[in-house]
T-cell receptor
Framework: GAGVSQSPSNKVTEKGKDVELRCDPI?????LYWYRQSLGQGLEFLIY????????KSGLPSDRFSAERTGGSVSTLTIQRTQQEDSAVYLC?????????????FGSGTQLSVL | QKEVEQNSGPLSVPEGAIASLNCTYS??????FFWYRQYSGKSPELIMF????GDKEDGRFTAQLNKASQYVSLLIRDSQPSDSATYLC??????????FGKGTMLLVSP
């Protein structure tokens, strides 16, 4: 696609429910990243994929968070048993490769609200 | 703790002035440096990147890197009200992960 696509754009859920967030990267980009941004805060790194593998998942805040990527393309971030502190904008980004010089291009994000 | 630090601002400048945004980083091994612009309610957009010491110019934007002092800056010449946004400094720490600062809010008044 022309850009990074994320869905849904907004998600409201009840505490304790599971949610799935989807990211479709720019076509041909091998690297994919998930970040989250809480109100007034910077971007917090969650996980990085190179192809279908995740060489760096050091930012996942707890075992309630997991992510997978299939076919070297679409990625899904799953949050189980959501908590109010999970409320944030979840941003996905992709880059042509995973090298240090790689430029990240962001999607428009998913605004998650946990009531 | 490997960090990227920015003054949160807001930095207020009049239209036509030069806006100077600064960023310091803690990891001496960092090699790639990026500036992203984020309008309120929108996602970050890459505007500049720099890999070598010195200056890099692109239109009204100049990125400056000083690895010895571990700082990177962004100058915006002839600032316009449309430049009002939060500017995020991002530094490559480790093989591939970008670490972002919390951003500096820039306000350009007409």
């Amino acid at each position: 696609g022309a850009g990074v696509s994320q869905s849904p754009s907004n998600k409201v859920t009840e505490k304790g429910k599971d949610v799935e967030l989807r990211c479709d990267p720019i076509s041909g980009h091998t690297a994919l990243y998930w970040y989250r941004q809480s109100l007034g805060q910077g971007l917090e790194f969650l996980i990085y994929f190179q192809g279908n593998s995740a060489p760096d998942k050091s930012g996942l805040p707890s075992d309630r968070f997991s992510a997978e990527r299939t076919g070297g393309s679409v990625s899904t971030l799953t949050i189980q048993r959501t908590q109010q502190e999970d409320s944030a904008v979840y941003l996905c980004a992709s880059s042509a490769n995973g090298m240090r010089s790689a430029k990240l291009f962001f999607g428009s994000g998913t605004q998650l609200s946990v009531l | 703790q490997k960090e990227v630090e920015q003054n949160s601002g807001p930095l207020s400048v009049p239209e036509g002035a030069i806006a100077s945004l600064n960023c310091t980083y803690s990891d001496r091994g960092s090699q790639s440096f990026f500036w992203y612009r984020q309008y309120s309610g929108k996602s970050p957009e890459l505007i500049m990147f720099i890999y070598s010491n010195g200056d890099k110019e692109d239109g009204r934007f100049t990125a400056q890197l000083n690895k010895a002092s571990q700082y990177v800056s962004l100058l915006i010449r002839d600032s316009q009200p449309s430049d009002s946004a939060t500017y995020l400094c991002a530094v490559n720490i480790g093989y591939s992960t970008l670490t972002f600062g919390k951003g500096t809010m820039l306000l350009v008044s007409p």
